[in-house]
């Protein structure tokens, strides 16, 4: 297999500003040809394969493991990504009047990367054939202001074999299609399964740059956090800190974003105000402590640990996930965390159980209570816990045979996310249990309604 070719700092800083990266994978014209007849030949005869669209499809495998590619999604999620098992084929047939703006993120906006997604065009797209449309810098908002032209769309034309890595939460949508040709596009997911610790791209180890004076602080503290810095806070210290705390709640989300990144200069010293504000009636206000919060990083943990203990489920589940979002430099808030996983409001055990893959990441001290969290009656709860598990998996110390169960678990992606943990386990055993789940869970890629054997 040939090396990953990673991205260079400039191409990180046009994902970090932007939200998105064009990738050139240099396959021949007819490999995209194949590619766009065969799936052309399975939405006519079978429809949708939806998450069987790889097997039905086995030639993806040569975009989505080029070394192009491949090196982008090292750079931007670290070495140990997971090929996220939710994938889709999206079909924009001839004439459709196309999608409204959206973001697909099931969860609350979060600025550092720990998911993407990757889209691939088989074949050529105009304007006119319906691309995928997306604001450009979009992907740090919760709400997309109109009449602003920053915010104008942006189609993804191309030539066949158009590669575009995106934040998970970049405002996107399929546009009309007026021509009387279809359009496909696979999107796949990606997740990250460590922490950054270094850089994981081509880095020469240079500081921030950016000449755009857009989110100037928010941007250098992704940029940091990309690069594994223990403390990722930007902005300068302020002391007007009664006028950057009514910021929080600026008309202007641009405004409440630049105003929450710069109240973390204060460090340590603004976090029990940002706390407080985690039970604000106001959305934006919560919100952007949360990013303040996370930014300020170890310093907030104790006093968010405090805030678990509220009355208020909404004041827990904000701080779980801001504990969460804060990463390995909270790893003293786990026990909090695990004890979460039994509270009675189902989506504070959710952020919860997603925190604790991203903070627990040192020890295996979280695995046996988030392999019990796999009995939760809610599946999303199961769904993060599982990853959770397959993210602390290399930590794992005889807890196999309590994990396999949930092999046969009613949810797709709690049982693809335990193979995945099997795998990253690393032991004979579990890659024993892993090659026994294969051989019952393969799936024959001919195998057609019109040749069943």
């Not at 990673?6 to 021949?28: C, E, F, N, S």
């Not at 959305?283 to 006093?303: E, F, H, K, M, T």
């Not at 993210?391 to 335990?418: H, K």
Request: hydrophobic share 40%; with cysteine; charged share 25%.
């Amino acid at each position: 297999m040939d090396a990953p070719i990673r991205l260079t700092d400039a191409q990180m800083r046009q994902y970090i500003a932007d939200g998105y990266i064009a990738l050139d994978v240099g396959l021949p014209r007819s490999f995209h040809d194949d590619v766009y007849a065969t799936t052309h030949d399975v939405f006519e005869k079978e429809g949708n394969p939806g998450n069987n669209v790889l097997p039905r499809i086995p030639a993806l495998r040569e975009v989505y493991g080029h070394p192009v590619v491949d090196g982008a999604l090292r750079s931007v999620l670290g070495d140990g990504y997971y090929m996220h098992p939710h994938r889709h084929c999206h079909h924009n047939p001839p004439g459709s009047p196309g999608q409204t703006m959206h973001i697909d993120s099931w969860a609350r906006r979060r600025h550092t990367t720990r998911m993407v997604m990757v889209f691939y065009y088989p074949q050529d797209t105009p304007a006119e054939r319906g691309p995928t449309g997306v604001v450009a810098a979009s992907h740090p908002y919760n709400d997309r202001p109109e009449g602003d032209p920053r915010w104008d769309e942006l189609k993804l034309v191309g030539d066949a074999g158009t590669v575009v890595l995106v934040h998970y939460d970049i405002w996107h949508r399929g546009t009309p299609n007026t021509t009387d040709e279809p359009r496909y596009m696979m999107k796949f997911l990606f997740s990250r399964m460590d922490e950054p610790t270094q850089p994981t791209w081509d880095a020469t180890g240079d500081a921030w740059q950016d000449d755009t004076g857009l989110h100037p602080a928010m941007r250098e503290t992704l940029w940091n956090w990309h690069t594994g810095a223990p403390n990722a806070a930007g902005g300068a210290e302020s002391t007007d800190v009664a006028s950057l705390l009514t910021g929080l709640g600026a008309e202007s989300e641009t405004q409440a974003l630049d105003a929450a990144y710069e109240i973390a200069g204060a460090g340590a010293d603004i976090v029990p105000a940002l706390v407080d504000k985690l039970s604000d009636e106001s959305a934006r206000v919560w919100r952007g402590a949360g990013y303040a919060l996370s930014s300020i990083g170890a310093p907030s943990v104790d006093a968010l640990v405090a805030a678990t203990e509220s009355d208020d489920a909404s004041t827990r589940d904000r701080a779980a996930a801001v504990i969460g979002d804060i990463g390995m430099p909270a790893a003293a808030a786990t026990s909090t965390l695990v004890d979460l996983l039994k509270d009675d409001d189902t989506t504070v055990r959710q952020h919860a159980a997603n925190a604790l893959g991203i903070v627990a990441q040192g020890s295996g001290e979280a695995i046996r209570p988030l392999i019990g969290a796999l009995d939760d009656g809610d599946e999303w709860v199961r769904r993060f816990a599982s990853m959770s598990i397959a993210q602390l998996a290399p930590n794992m110390n005889g807890e196999l045979d309590a994990l396999t169960p949930a092999l046969g678990d009613d949810n797709r992606y709690v049982r693809a996310n335990t193979m995945f943990a099997l795998r990253r386990a690393g032991t004979d055993a579990a890659r024993e249990r892993l090659l026994d789940e294969l051989a019952v869970a393969r799936w024959c890629p001919t195998t057609t309604r019109e040749t069943t054997f």
